[in-house]
Every structure is written in C-alpha cells, then in structure tokens.
C-alpha cells in the first residue's frame, strides 16, 4: 500500500513538473535575439521621444559622450542597459503586421524611437499579461522583456556620467581648500604633488598614507546628481577653486566649491555642470591638517 501510494506522488510531481515547463513563458529560441547587429557596431544613439528633447549619445576614443541636448561624458552604466535592448531575447514575433495592427500595439507619433546607427526600433505598448514590451524593428514586431523603456523617458541630465573625474585621467597634481577643527574652510589651498610615484604635500603634516588615501578619494569621487549650472540652485557660500592636473596632459581642470548643510556642489564650467556630492564626503575629499 506504501509503495503504491510513493509510485502515485512520484507521478504527481512529474505531472506537475511537465505543467511548469510546458506553461513557462520562454523566449522562441535561446539563439533569437531583436537584432543580429553586435553592440561593438554601434558609435551613434539617438532617443526619439514624443514630447522631450531628443537625444544623441556618440562613441568616441575616450568612450561614450552625451552630444546633445547636453554636452557632457556619458554614463556608461545607461549606455550599456540601452545597448543590451540588441540582444534582448524575443517571446514572440509578427511579421507583415497591417497599419491597423500596428496602431493597436502602440505604434504611432507618439511612440519613442531608438535609433543605433542605422537601425531604427520603435517601441508600442505592453502586452497586459506578460507585461512584456512590443518592439518594432524591419517591419517585424517582437515581444521582449521591458528592460530598456523607462529609461528612455528619463531627462537628457540623466544619461550624464556620475563620476567627476574619469578612470583614464589619473590625477598627478591637486590644488584644493583644507578644513579646521571647526569645519571651517581654509583661504589658502593646499597643492599635494606627485613625484617619483610619491604624494608630497605643502603641508608637513599630512602623512603619505594619508595624502595617498585623499588623492585615491577624488579619482573615484561619484556625484548623486549632474546637472546644466543653469539649472541648478547654487547656494551663497563662500566660493573656492579646486584645480586638478593629470598624467600627460598640460592644462589642469578647474571646479569651483559651494556648499550648504547637505551638499557640496563642485561647478565644472567649462562642461557647465554641476556635481553635487553629499556634504558626507568633505571629510574625505579635503584635508584636516
């Protein structure tokens, strides 16, 4: 009697296994993807949308640039979720599919297009089960996941890269304003040096430990937010110059320092950008000698 009812549990389970993976949503063939086009391809973006700036985004020797409506280095971390849109696996696909159809899945003058070169995909509606996306691209419309369209109806602010300063420019110079035990800002900056793979610094104080530790806290500082500095509310501190020189280049970069209660804006001007890091990390950024 056991074992008949062992034999009757083995064969449910089996059952239901068989139901999962017949009923499992899957995409048509592990090999079927959007587009046969390799990311690699791709050194132009263009973002469509109804109602918004468009934007333009181009692949260049020092990477990814924000063209327009802003011009700034990219975030490549946005970049790359956009250019996975071209090995997205496909649930389902429609070819010769009528205007009519086509209109009832969402695709019309409103739609938002990505164009990657010369390719051009456009996006419709969800289908309201799945929540799958419905993409057209070469006359064919494919069912996706929806990973790439709320992206695309962020601001242009956004695509701009959160690192103030890239992994390929190592900092060998800075001059930068310290602060006191009374978190007040000094008027005279300190200039820390690099020479013979060494930090050296104005100050004798500053250990190289800790010179090394400040110098490694700017080349990876990460901002919460990028903004145009004409949109952005800068408050009424005092103003200080930071300037920065790199390996193999000349001419140094220059940010000007505002601060409030919260944040530390940091003004590139010559991108016109504003980096707002939070007021946490001026222990870290600025030396207390």
Same mark, same amino acid.
């Given at each position: 009697?056991?074992?008949?009812?062992?034999?009757?549990?083995?064969?449910?389970?089996?059952?239901?296994?068989?139901?999962?993976?017949?009923?499992?949503?899957?995409?048509?063939?592990?090999?079927?993807?959007?587009?046969?086009?390799?990311?690699?391809?791709?050194?132009?973006?263009?973002?469509?949308? *109804?109602?918004?700036?468009? @934007?333009?985004? /181009? #692949?260049?020797?020092?990477?990814?640039?924000? !063209?327009?409506? %802003?011009? &700034?280095?990219?975030?490549?971390?946005?970049?790359?979720?956009?250019?996975?849109?071209?090995?997205?696996?496909?649930?389902?696909?429609?070819?010769?599919?009528?205007?009519?159809?086509?209109?009832?899945?969402?695709?019309?003058?409103?739609?938002?297009?990505?164009?990657?070169?010369?390719?051009?995909?456009?996006?419709?509606?969800?289908?309201?089960?799945?929540?799958?996306?419905?993409?057209?691209?070469?006359?064919?419309?494919?069912?996706?996941?929806?990973?790439?369209?709320?992206?695309?109806?962020?601001?242009?602010?956004?695509?701009?890269?959160?690192?103030?300063?890239?992994?390929?420019?190592?900092?060998?110079?800075?001059?930068?304003?310290?602060?006191?035990?009374?978190?007040?800002? *000094?008027?005279?900056?300190? @200039?820390?040096? /690099? #020479?013979?793979?060494?930090?050296?610094?104005? !100050?004798?104080? %500053?250990? &190289?430990?800790?010179?090394?530790?400040?110098?490694?806290?700017?080349?990876?500082?990460?901002?919460?937010?990028?903004?145009?500095?004409?949109?952005?509310?800068?408050?009424?501190?005092?103003?200080?110059?930071?300037?920065?020189?790199?390996?193999?280049?000349?001419?140094?970069?220059?940010?000007?320092?505002?601060?409030?209660?919260?944040?530390?804006?940091?003004?590139?001007?010559?991108?016109?950008?504003?980096?707002?890091?939070?007021?946490?990390?001026?222990?870290?950024?600025?030396?207390?000698?």
């Amino acid at each position: 009697m056991k074992s008949r009812y062992l034999i009757n549990f083995v064969l449910l389970v089996l059952v239901l296994v068989l139901f999962w993976f017949l009923n499992k949503p899957s995409p048509t063939s592990q090999q079927n993807t959007v587009s046969e086009i390799t990311q690699n391809e791709i050194t132009n973006i263009v973002i469509s949308r *109804s109602g918004l700036d468009s @934007i333009t985004l /181009q #692949k260049h020797a020092t990477g990814w640039q924000l !063209i327009s409506p %802003l011009q &700034a280095p990219a975030n490549n971390t946005r970049i790359k979720l956009l250019l996975s849109l071209l090995t997205t696996p496909i649930y389902a696909q429609l070819n010769q599919v009528d205007s009519a159809k086509l209109n009832q899945l969402g695709f019309n003058d409103a739609s938002t297009i990505v164009q990657f070169n010369d390719h051009i995909f456009q996006f419709g509606t969800t289908e309201p089960i799945s929540q799958h996306r419905y993409i057209l691209h070469n006359n064919s419309v494919y069912l996706i996941d929806d990973n790439v369209a709320p992206l695309l109806k962020a601001n242009a602010a956004s695509f701009i890269d959160n690192k103030l300063i890239p992994l390929k420019r190592p900092i060998s110079k800075i001059s930068l304003p310290t602060i006191n035990q009374q978190q007040e800002w *000094s008027r005279k900056n300190i @200039i820390i040096e /690099q #020479k013979d793979g060494h930090w050296y610094s104005d !100050i004798k104080t %500053l250990s &190289a430990d800790q010179l090394t530790t400040l110098i490694d806290a700017w080349q990876h500082a990460y901002a919460l937010q990028v903004l145009p500095i004409g949109k952005t509310t800068l408050p009424e501190s005092t103003r200080h110059t930071i300037t920065i020189w790199f390996d193999n280049q000349t001419d140094p970069i220059e940010l000007e320092l505002q601060y409030d209660s919260r944040t530390l804006y940091l003004s590139y001007y010559s991108l016109n950008l504003s980096y707002q890091l939070p007021i946490s990390l001026r222990q870290q950024l600025f030396p207390n000698p």
